[in-house]
């Protein structure tokens, strides 16, 4: 399959097998196949992700603000394999539930302090 990456990929929301949100696909990484051709093999997905793909002093300030909320430095984005991507349109479609991938820290305090706290938030995919 041929994608544009920075078109198809780039902040779609990732959604996993049950439709719940996961997060938003920040950034990509390659490897090289058999013969030597690059191919998609990783997306990832949180503030460190993102940060680096923003680079300079607002990458950076993205960062040290996420890096608040969780006590492992550095902190590492959420990596998904991209063979667990079952389809691409608006967003990005993963064959797996969110609990298979683990979440990322700043994810899951925001979930816990915030998200959860919003009246009817429970119903609403997340």
């Known amino acids: 399959m041929r994608i544009q990456v920075g078109r198809e990929l780039l902040d779609r929301q990732l959604v ?6 996961v997060g938003k696909v920040d950034d990509v990484e390659f490897a090289l196949d058999a013969d030597g051709v690059p191919c998609l093999r990783t997306l990832l997905s949180g ?4 940060g680096s793909r923003v680079g300079g002093r607002l990458g950076r300030m993205l ?4 890096e ?6 550095p902190m590492a984005p959420l990596r998904i394999p991209y063979a667990l991507v079952t389809r691409v349109d608006s967003a990005v ?3 797996v539930r969110a609990e298979e991938l683990g979440i990322s820290p700043v994810e899951e305090w925001l979930r ?3 998200i959860d706290r919003i009246p009817g938030a429970g119903r609403a995919g997340g």
Not at 16 to 21: F, P, Y
Not at 68 to 73: G, M, P
């Open 47 to 50: 503030p460190g992700a993102l």
């Open 93 to 95: 479609w993963l064959r």
């Open 63 to 66: 960062v040290l603000t996420a």
């Open 112 to 114: 816990r302090n915030l």
């Open 16 to 21: 996993d097998a049950d439709g719940r949100l």
């Open 68 to 73: 608040r909320f969780v006590t492992d430095r």
